[in-house]
């Protein structure tokens, strides 16, 4: 009977060591895939930040041509950048909560083929 008792507590040591293996190596996956999808996601944001850059500076530049003042063309684009921090501010929750809740629920919860991970 000691010997049945002594076998069952070391198949559960042994099963319970397998189960924190097996749930630190998925936190390990899924760590991956969001450092992964930050790391694509920056390199995104950091080229259309340039080409924003440049962009805003052509129509700075033509507004300025067109209304004669370089200055009151910069003013224009900073103008409409402060309307666009606005309405992106006042939206803020709606527009970026929702993307990141569906983000990190994709990341964390769903598996690649859309199913429930286990």
Do not use: P, W
Request: hydrophobic residues 55%.
């Amino acid at each position: 009977m000691l010997a049945h008792i002594a076998a069952l507590k070391d198949n559960l040591q042994k099963y319970l060591e397998t189960k924190i293996s097996y749930y630190g190596i998925v936190a390990f996956e899924k760590a991956a895939k969001l450092l992964s999808l930050c790391m694509a996601n920056i390199m995104v944001l950091m080229a259309a930040l340039l080409a924003l850059l440049f962009l805003s500076g052509a129509a700075a530049v033509y507004l300025g041509g067109v209304t004669g003042s370089y200055g009151l063309g910069m003013l224009m684009v900073g103008g409409f950048y402060l309307l666009l921090l606005c309405i992106f501010y006042l939206g803020r929750r709606r527009i970026f909560g929702r993307a990141a809740i569906r983000i990190l629920r994709n990341v964390f919860i769903l598996d690649e083929d859309g199913g429930k991970s286990k």
